[in-house]
């Protein structure tokens, strides 16, 4: 069994589990909403936050992207959190380039600032935004037909490229505090993030142009939106 068909079935094996444990949380709470008043939890000033963020729905079921993201959130403020996200992904789209394959492979940070709406307990809306930067790779592998000879293959390889975007972000995340009517501990969430990315500056050359940014995206979108479904894994520190 192939990578790429192993990733696929990881992933659309993780929507599942995600569709369900939403499903049965949000139930759990509207029966909760309705028969208890929810208790009010002390703010967490540090967490660390770990991020399965493969859901990237435009790229979902196309083997090219494989990305793994983590997050550092300390409120400063009753309703306002400084963010620090990093993350790091390998980028092969198919259509880069013809008769060829892409591969950008590197790291990324974002650091922010985010708001919290409280829309119902354990439900919460966050308004934000982002300056994010990336240092990466990229390898191209391109062949050219020739009528009289055999098909002539070269190689060409680009190290320590940068990147700078900002970002506007709309999170609506849920915490997840009971599994099949069995409470769990405060460290899980489900929820979704809308990001609307705006290139600022980036390495690029005439011939072989740059194609993908981890932690961007495609060049040729001056403004990206992406949408990202995601399990979320909170360690609290104090």
């Known amino acids: 069994m192939s990578s790429k068909y192993m990733l696929k079935s990881k992933l659309l094996c993780l929507i599942v589990f995600w569709t369900i444990c939403w499903g049965k949380a949000a139930a759990q709470d509207s029966t909760n909403v309705k028969t208890e008043e929810a208790p009010i939890e002390g703010v967490q000033k540090l967490s660390v936050g770990i991020a399965f963020d493969y859901l990237k729905l435009h790229t979902l079921l196309l083997d090219e992207a494989e990305k793994w993201e983590g997050a550092v959130n300390f409120h400063i403020f009753e309703k306002v959190s400084a963010i620090g996200e990093f993350g790091i992904a390998i980028l092969s789209p198919e259509d880069a380039y013809k008769n060829s394959s892409y591969t950008s492979e590197g790291s990324y940070y974002r650091i922010g600032l985010d708001y919290r709406f409280t829309v119902i307990p354990n439900n919460f809306l966050f308004l934000g935004l982002r300056y994010a930067q990336s240092s990466f790779n990229e390898e191209i592998i391109y062949e ?91 360690i609290p520190v104090f």
């Open 144 to 234: 050219i037909g020739n009528p009289l000879f055999e098909n002539e293959i070269g190689q060409l390889s680009r190290n320590n490229l940068n990147a700078t975007w900002y970002e506007f972000v709309l999170t609506s995340e849920k915490k997840v505090r009971k599994i099949r009517n069995l409470d769990i501990p405060n460290i899980l969430s489900l929820g979704f993030k809308f990001r609307l990315k705006a290139l600022q500056e980036y390495n690029n050359f005439t011939d072989f142009e740059v194609k993908n940014i981890p932690g961007y995206g495609r060049t040729n979108i001056s403004l990206n939106p992406e949408f990202n479904l995601y399990i979320k894994f909170r």
